[in-house]
């Protein structure tokens, strides 16, 4: 009898380390899967003039101002003028004095939009060269 009063012991040992060690497995996977994203934010890279590039987080709200190939504090209206407002986790060029304004036609760019736009992750005025990136999904 008590023979099997230990082998009954180790049985019921035995199946409370491996539960235990189950629950520890299951726990450690659910972590993993609900764990923050540690890739870079969503953001927005503007490139213009000769090899600039100003980087913007999604999240911001912003208007930027580029006149002649350089960041310029505000709009006047003068020489090759782009300006582009980021709010809301999108990027759109709000005015352009190009030619043809295309780039103002290629409305806003967001994680929601990039699927469905012709230029996917880019927005582009090709007459003065400044060109709005998205890199979202830590890229």
Same mark, same amino acid.
């Given at each position: +009898?008590?023979r099997?009063?230990k082998?009954? @012991? @180790?049985?019921?040992?035995?199946? %409370?380390?491996?539960?235990?060690?189950?629950?520890?497995?299951? &726990?450690?996977?659910v972590?993993? &899967?609900?764990? /923050?994203?540690? *890739?870079?934010?969503?953001?927005? =890279?503007?490139?213009?003039?000769? *090899? !600039?590039?100003?980087?913007? /987080?999604?999240?911001?709200?912003?208007?930027? =101002?580029?006149?002649? *190939?350089? &960041?310029? !504090? !505000?709009?006047? *209206?003068?020489?090759?003028?782009? =300006?582009i @407002?980021?709010?809301?986790?999108?990027?759109? +060029?709000e005015?352009?004095?190009?030619?043809?304004?295309?780039? +103002?036609?290629?409305?806003? %760019?967001?994680?929601?939009?990039?699927?469905?736009? /012709?230029?996917?992750?880019? #927005? #582009?005025?090709? /007459?003065?060269?400044?060109?709005?990136?998205?890199?979202?999904?830590?890229?």
């Amino acid at each position: +009898m008590e023979r099997q009063a230990k082998s009954n @012991r @180790r049985k019921r040992n035995w199946l %409370l380390t491996c539960a235990a060690i189950a629950f520890a497995a299951l &726990l450690a996977v659910v972590c993993l &899967l609900l764990r /923050p994203k540690t *890739g870079s934010p969503d953001r927005f =890279v503007i490139r213009y003039g000769d *090899g !600039e590039s100003l980087e913007i /987080p999604a999240n911001e709200t912003r208007t930027i =101002v580029i006149r002649d *190939g350089q &960041l310029a !504090e !505000e709009a006047t *209206g003068t020489g090759e003028e782009n =300006v582009i @407002r980021i709010e809301n986790g999108a990027a759109w +060029m709000e005015h352009a004095d190009c030619p043809h304004g295309e780039c +103002m036609k290629q409305g806003r %760019l967001s994680a929601e939009t990039v699927g469905a736009r /012709p230029l996917g992750t880019w #927005i #582009i005025c090709a /007459p003065h060269r400044v060109y709005i990136e998205y890199l979202g999904d830590g890229q």
